[in-house]
């Protein structure tokens, strides 16, 4: 990813974080995402204040849009966000998409 000239890299809030992939179909954005998933976790940090995991994992949200008249970049974060939750609440460190 640090060499694709198309993709973002940010913190978008507290313990979230956002990776923008345009030109990225969503098979390939899940193929990144558990690429990254895997490399989290096999850095083994430890998580003493979880009650789920001994190591620090990561739960992610995929959202795909194509832009359009009536889409707005909103749409695509209210997309993400609400798979990102559905990730929390399947146990954490999943990969969910709409």
């Known amino acids: 990813m640090a060499n694709?000239?198309?993709?973002?890299?940010?913190?978008?809030?507290?313990?979230e974080f956002a990776i923008i992939l345009t030109k990225t179909k969503l098979d390939k954005g899940i193929a990144i995402a558990e690429l990254i998933q895997q490399k989290v976790q096999s850095l083994k940090i430890a998580h003493r204040s979880?009650?789920?995991?001994?190591?620090?994992?990561?739960?992610?949200?995929?959202?795909?849009?194509?832009?359009?008249?009536?889409?707005?970049?909103?749409?695509l974060i209210h997309i993400a966000d609400t798979c990102l939750y559905t990730s929390k609440t399947k146990g954490r460190n999943t990969i969910s998409t709409p």
């Open 4 to 15: 694709n000239p198309y993709s973002t890299f940010c913190r978008y809030g507290g313990e």
């Open 50 to 75: 979880s009650e789920i995991s001994d190591i620090i994992t990561i739960s992610i949200g995929i959202a795909t849009i194509i832009p359009s008249s009536e889409t707005q970049p909103k749409d």
